[in-house]
T-cell receptor, first 112, second 110 residues
């Protein structure tokens, strides 16, 4: 069974640009969550989507947004990139609300 | 926002049992406690999940006291390949969000 697929794996962007990251969950999983991971802050929750609706949101500025499509695939967008947005962005999918996620390998975003 | 607290790092030797404790004072009443393992450049991998008392699977055990304000991940007879970062994940009673601990870096030595 295919795992959670995140594309691209690596990305380099310039300050002020915007970026879109993609996540394909495990087939049958309707919940998709996004996390930002940095050495200093650990795993920070960005948002969660379930059946195309944002169900929960973390404490990130409005520059961070996301959406989920009818096939459960999800995208997250970061506008007006800042140097501090450099991080590993992880997507996780689940079939329930218990927190037993399957994570993708992440997208490593570097802002220069 | 509730804090989920774990030791920053631990050292062990091959063949020993390792216990990593996570404190989560504001755990939501109905939420589960989940532990993950993460290797460099990979996403976290599910290890074990429980609600109360003790849960055991083929790789680990999870001990949860009656008040559920902490949990202990137990790894029996660790090997060098168990060197990784271990995270606990719990639901916060105040926000309803799932919160990761800051992670425990386990170093297993030969």
């Amino acid at each position: 069974k295919a795992g959670v697929t995140q594309t691209p794996r690596y990305l380099i962007k310039t300050r002020g640009q915007q970026v879109t990251l993609s996540c394909s969950p495990i087939s049958g999983h309707r919940s998709v969550s996004w996390y930002q991971q940095t050495p200093g802050q650990g795993l920070q929750f960005l948002f969660e989507y379930f059946s195309e609706t944002q169900r929960n949101k973390g404490n990130f500025p409005g520059r961070f947004s996301g959406r989920q499509f009818s096939n459960s695939r999800s995208e997250m967008n970061v506008s007006t990139l800042e140097l501090g947005d450099s991080a590993l962005y992880l997507c996780a999918s689940s079939w329930n609300d218990r927190g037993d996620y399957t994570f993708g390998s992440g997208t490593r975003l570097t802002v220069v | 926002l509730a804090k989920t607290t774990q030791p920053i790092s631990m050292d062990s030797y091959e063949g020993q049992e390792v216990n990593i404790t996570c404190s989560h004072n504001n755990i939501a009443t109905n939420d589960y406690i989940t532990w993950y393992q993460q290797f460099p450049s990979q996403g976290p991998r599910f290890i074990i999940q429980g609600y109360k008392t003790k849960v055991t699977n083929e790789v680990a055990s999870l001990f949860i006291p009656a008040d559920r304000k902490s949990s202990t991940l137990s790894l029996p007879r660790v090997s060098l390949s168990d060197t990784a970062v271990y995270y606990c994940l719990v639901g916060d009673d105040n926000t309803g969000k799932l919160i990761f601990g800051q992670g425990t870096t386990l170093q297993v030595k030969p």
